[in-house]
Nanobody, 126 residues
Framework: QLRLVESGGGLVQPGGSLRLACATSGSTWASSAIGWFRQAPGKEREGIACITSGGSSRGYLDSVKGRFSISRDNAKRTVYLQMTNLTLEDTAVYYC???????????????????WGRGTQVTVSS
């Protein structure tokens, strides 16, 4: 099981930007697809971005397309989520998650991810 640690959250004004990072440990990290999820107060968790194990394919929730970008640096064992033009609706706890080793394709189904970080809070407020 991979250990995942998110960082980069914080308070930002509407229209601002943040870059989240998800640092991993474990020798099998490179064979896993990595996803970013978020959960706002009173709402269900939703998958917002995913990147395949090789990094060649990415998927996004419609509401973040064109504003968020996911990338991975396998040498640093880190996945990034660049978020721009943030809105109040982006306020949530953001989690990164890894699919089990060998499962390198993307999905937005949280139950298919075997390892989760503890989350980082993103608050968009004026």
């Amino acid at each position: 099981q991979l250990r995942l640690v998110e960082s980069g959250g914080g308070l930002v004004q509407p229209g601002g930007s943040l870059r989240l990072a998800c640092a991993t440990s474990g020798s099998t990290w490179a064979s896993s697809a990595i996803g970013w999820f978020r959960q706002a107060p009173g709402k269900e968790r939703e998958g917002i971005a995913c990147i395949t194990s090789g990094g060649s394919s990415r998927g996004y929730l419609d509401s973040v397309k064109g504003r968020f970008s996911i990338s991975r640096d396998n040498a640093k064992r880190t996945v990034y989520l660049q978020m721009t033009n943030l809105t109040l609706e982006d306020t949530a706890v953001y989690y990164c998650a890894a699919r089990r080793p060998g499962f390198g394709t993307c999905t937005n189904t949280g139950t298919l991810f075997g390892s989760w970080g503890r989350g980082t809070q993103v608050t968009v407020s004026s």
